[in-house]
């Protein structure tokens, strides 16, 4: 059977199932730039291996740790404080559960100031963190970093719209594109990103209507987060999915379940049981086969005695 690379083929070749998953073909940053007006693309960030190992599990395509993990892991304001250090060590946490998936890294604050940082941080993600490819924010201005890396071998999704690293700029996390002016402007950083190489593009909290606009007007898949449904793929962050993140949830995400309330009943029904002496029962009680609990008394008898 000859391999398409975008759509249900792909999927119904490389769907993991529970017998046959180390088998799955794991997918590249061209497959993901084949997906363009296909099957839509499913993307999920994940900042560890247990979250890296049950995303690659639920089939998703692309998994990016985000330097999201700033907030959502570290527990900082925003994502500026978020180092290389940090993204290599959750990167390549999240390597060993990522099996199938793309796994994509973030590349933090300032680490793609210039284009020999670029190039030297994104090379750090990709030997350390082993991903298969880097993220990072910008539209224009990064296009320059964009086509090193990209001529480096590094393949590169971008980040357009409201790019998180630039809060102090925009004065909070606000919605972007939504004057005829500003719209033109997300419209011109899609092209050049897609120009200098990339190979998809997140559109992060705008209206749909730019969305849709960026989308008809770059060749390369466009994913979206808060930009409607019109984009080629969609990714959410993993906490706000599963209700595991405390302090706000975007109008953009859905939740699909209560994750850190479930944690917090099942850590108080732990407490409770500690506290009543009702754990560990027998069950989770080792005991000593018979003949050598005898030598083991004689032994406590002996010591008594001293
Ligand atoms: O850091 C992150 O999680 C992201 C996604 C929200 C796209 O950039």
Redesign the pocket.
């Known amino acids: 059977m000859t391999q398409t690379r975008c759509g249900s083929n792909l999927r119904a070749m490389n769907t993991p199932n529970k017998t046959t998953p180390a088998k799955a073909k794991p997918i590249t940053a061209p497959d993901i730039r084949a997906m363009k007006n296909g099957e839509k693309i499913c ?1 999920i ?1 994940a900042y560890d291996y247990a979250s890296g190992l049950i995303a690659d599990q639920a089939g998703v395509d692309l998994v ?7 907030m ?1 892991v570290l527990g900082y304001e925003n ?1 500026l404080s978020v180092t290389v250090d940090d993204m290599v060590h959750h990167t390549r946490a999240a390597s060993r559960g990522v099996r199938r998936a793309l796994l994509v890294s ?1 590349m933090p604050f300032m680490s793609f100031a210039t284009v020999d940082r670029a190039l030297e941080n994104g090379h750090r993600l990709m030997a350390e963190g082993r991903a298969g490819a880097v ?1 990072l ?1 910008g539209g224009m201005p990064v296009a320059p970093q964009i086509k090193a890396l990209t001529g480096a071998g590094i393949p590169v999704m971008a ?1 357009v719209g409201l ?2 690293q630039h809060v102090a700029e925009f004065g909070g996390f606000k919605a972007q594109g939504k004057s005829a002016e500003s719209a033109r402007a997300l419209i011109d950083d899609a092209k050049a990103v897609e120009e200098a190489g990339a190979f998809c593009v ?1 559109l ?1 909290a705008i209206p749909v209507e730019v969305a849709e606009l960026v989308t008809e007007a770059v060749s390369i898949p466009t ?1 979206g ?1 808060g930009a409607g449904n019109v984009t080629d793929g969609q ?3 993993y906490n706000d999915v599963l209700g595991i993140f405390d302090r706000f949830t975007p109008k953009f995400v859905r939740r699909y379940a209560e994750l850190g309330t479930e944690a917090r009943k099942s850590l108080e029904m732990y407490c409770a049981d500690v506290r009543r002496t009702t754990f560990p029962s027998d069950k989770n009680t080792i005991y000593m086969p018979e003949d050598q609990l005898a030598q083991v008394r004689k032994i406590r008898v002996k010591n008594k005695k001293k």
């Open positions: 993307c960030t990016l740790v985000g330097d999201s993990l700033a959502t994502t973030d993220k924010e980040h790019t998180p997140v992060e994913i987060i990714i959410l962050v």
